[in-house]
């Protein structure tokens, strides 16, 4: 594959009324909810069926079964590490043209004729609105896949040693020594993707284990990843137990990376495991993760009103604020509240809640019954307190499908604990700050959240913007402004946060990619020195 090769962002398709993409996408949902799959481990290119099975269900309809996936046991995993290690003898020393072929081509067929199936199957496992399946499934994954093989001839032909005269240095980005264990979260599909993709596409191989609750999804990747021509062993798919898989995993000796997106709170669990067995493994294993978020939204009174409502509610609703990014908490000032309430209450009384198989739901259902409750138990304590006011939403239906109306929390406690924890589901919480207390609101966003992923600010006024832009310098990895704090492209805005949310490793950029290498430096010498003795020693 030509190593001068340069990505650009896929379109995105907008499924409107009318179209032979909205008609073959609807055809696709119909064909996918009329069956069930049997959807296997996959090992060495193998199908492996323990009979141990588990059920894939719609969210918004959780009597509904799309299929059932069989988990991997203490055998197959070992079977994955033994092939992993054993395809890692050829693939590490694969040229990266004939990676990037591979690769290319899974993004060739996502753009086309897997684009269908990609995004039905992500509206259907795991409850994305057409919009979402289309900018995740299918436009990230592709922007992941080829801005990946972008950025890995970037690194191989831009880091080059100086060589003075007489000799040549160079510079080998060789694999880690053994395998990565990629562990994939429910809410991306294109994360998910590349937690496997970026470390293979450099010449790791990986046993990718994806989460419980979107196994039928991921399952789709393995379909592209064979029809692709991807070597048997390259990347083994091992749904199952996530605790029992992991103790097995980590505590082997070959075990060279996790690139995890997930909790805090597991992310911290594997860690420690890793730590607790370092005298085990053969190299330091490279730890990358993504985990949680406590996005804010702070706007000035110079700010856009029209505009910060808007990405008040994508930011909060989109997904059913089920991204680490959502915006979860803003703080607003007073002499604005009245104007921005009245617009707010008024756009969220036109939100359609139900299935995303109704193209005109804007908020669909979260993704399981665990998530449904922990949200739920937080809107019971926000309706119990006195310390806030529910302004609209806080009520929540499972009877059917697991859907939380979009709620917005009014809270006059600084420290209130919708405003300090990580919910993970469609509510915001809004703070009213004075207008003379401007800066001790922002040491307040500061200090509030252990996370520092994503943050906002709104503001018309320049010197505005840079003083927050510095003073919350810190807080976020992605900021933006005049914008919601969710969204981040490939290629545009490397994705990731530092504190309690990760090691921000920048996933969608070359940065990621670097550190799935271990770097060698080679240097040549064309007339070695025939005499120890250097001129210093030499007599008067």
Known sequence: MDKNFKAINEPII??????????????????QSSRQKDIPIIINGKEIRTGNT????????????????????????????????????????????ERAKIFKKVADLIAGPYRYKINAAAMLDIGKSVFQAEVDASCELIDFLNFNIEFAYTMQNTFNPISPDGMKNELEFRPLEGFVFAIAPFNFFSIGGNLAISPAIVGNTVLWKPAPSAVYSAYYIMELYKEAGLPDGVINFIPGDGPSIGDQVLSHKELAGVHFTGSTKTFKHLWKKVSDNLDTYRNYPKIVGETGGKDFCI????????????AMVRGAFEYQGQKCSAMSRAYLPKSKWNEIQEKLLNEIKTIDVGPPEDFK???????????FDKIASYLDYAKESNDCEVLCGGGYDKSKGYFVEPTVILTTDPHFKTLEEEIFGPVLT?????????????????????????????????????????????SAGNFYINDKPTGAVVGQQPFGGSRASGTNDKGGSMLNLLRWTSPRTIKETFEPPHSYRYPFMDEE
């Open 361 to 371: 739901n804007f908020v669909n259902a979260v993704i399981d019954e665990t998530a």
């Open 430 to 474: 809004i703070f009213v700050y004075e207008n003379e207390n401007w800066n001790e609101t922002l040491e307040l966003i500061d200090n509030t959240s252990p996370y520092a992923l994503t943050g906002c600010v709104f503001s018309e006024d320049r010197d505005i913007v840079e003083e927050v832009r510095s003073k919350l310098r810190f």
């Open 14 to 31: 907008d499924f409107e009324p009318g179209s032979e993409h909205r008609k073959l996408l609807l055809e696709e949902i119909e064909r």
């Open 299 to 310: 706007a000035h009174e110079s700010a856009d009103i029209q505009g910060l409502v808007t």
């Open 54 to 97: 588990k059920p894939c269900t719609k969210p918004q309809d959780h009597g509904h079964i799309l299929g059932h996936y069989h988990e991997a046991g203490p055998e197959e995993i070992q079977m994955a590490i033994d092939s992993s290690l054993e395809a890692w003898k050829t693939w590490s020393n694969t040229s990266l043209e």
